[in-house]
């Protein structure tokens, strides 16, 4: 069953020109492509989640009762936050682009949105760490998930060159993004405005300028915390601790009996090292295949994994 994303909020919610900007940009970003997205009317909500679950007995002898069993759950604020790209672009050279401002200003948005949709997926695993996320941002992955149970280590040791690999399950009881305000998606008309293009050089300078920007409210749910496993300290200096498909089978088996993550997620080395850490079965040695699964489960390949985790992240 497909699940909701962020384009297609953007198609219900967006303008024709947030829609095709929001399609590019997060064409490299699985985890917007592929992951749920909910909205909700307000800034941010309370809401369970499941913790443990449930046991008991269900059998009972004849005239004799049972005794209730409930799932164990916590309760968590779920907020959404202001997410304001903006795009500046010199006004004397946008008039005369071969083919007219219009079309210049659009590339130098479509640029800026990349960027910005990188931070977004960065913030998604990171969260308000001081290194790799933005502190008046949502907290990431790494502040909801279970880091005792839901952890599989590869058992890197040398620091600042480590990475992760994250298996999630997406849903509206799993992990999705949230966006606020009745799923706000808003883009203004291209304006002219002076603006100083060199605060750090020349603060008194001025400069004409076409300014755009792009307003939304991002957050994340994690509503089980056993929708997310992470593989941490993989790096490729120490040796043996890459990327291997039998770490994914250990946190595969983290996952409850009958459920699955949606996705795999990891970087471009660490594509490489299951690539490389696999055995190429056929007539003509040729190495093996660039993995796009493991054990029946997608990968999903992005760059807002950062290869620079420190041993205590």
């Given at each position: ?68 069993s409930k799932g164990t ?77 839901m952890v599989v280590s ?160």
């Open positions: 069953m497909s699940m909701p994303t962020l384009l297609d909020i953007a198609v219900a919610n967006g303008s024709d020109s947030v829609v095709g900007l929001v399609e590019e940009a997060a064409q490299a970003h699985p985890e917007i492509t592929l992951g749920f997205a909910r909205t909700i009317r307000g800034l941010n909500y309370r809401t369970l989640v499941r913790t443990a679950v449930p046991h008991g007995s269900g059998f009972r002898d004849a005239n004799e009762g049972v005794v209730a759950y916590e309760n968590r604020l779920v907020e959404t936050f202001i997410f304001n790209p903006r795009w500046e672009c010199d006004k004397a050279v946008a008039d005369v682009d071969e083919d007219g401002a219009e079309a210049y200003i659009a590339l130098e948005a479509g640029g800026i949105m990349d960027g910005a949709f990188q931070d977004l997926c960065q913030q998604f695993y990171y969260g308000r760490d001081a290194s790799f996320g933005n502190a008046k941002g949502f907290p990431g992955l790494l502040a909801a998930y279970d880091a005792t149970n590869a058992g890197g040791t040398t620091d600042a060159v480590n990475t992760s690999v994250w298996l999630v399950r997406f849903g509206p009881r799993q992990v999705g993004w949230v966006w606020g305000n009745g799923g706000e998606l808003a883009m203004d008309d291209p304006r002219i405005e002076s603006i100083i293009p060199d605060p750090a050089g020349a603060p008194t300078a001025r400069m004409t300028a076409y300014v755009q920007e792009l307003l939304a409210r991002p957050g994340l749910q994690v509503s089980s915390l056993l929708s997310a496993v992470r593989i941490k300290l993989v790096n490729a200096t120490d040796a043996g601790k890459g990327l291997t498909d039998d770490l994914i089978s250990s946190a595969l088996a983290l996952f409850p009996a009958g459920t699955s993550p949606d996705i795999i997620l990891m970087n471009r080395r660490s594509r490489r090292q299951l690539q490389q850490s696999r055995v190429a079965v056929n007539p003509t040695g040729a190495p093996a295949p660039v993995p796009s699964e493991a054990f029946n489960v997608p990968i999903g390949v992005t760059d807002a994994i950062v290869n620079t985790e420190t041993l205590t992240l």
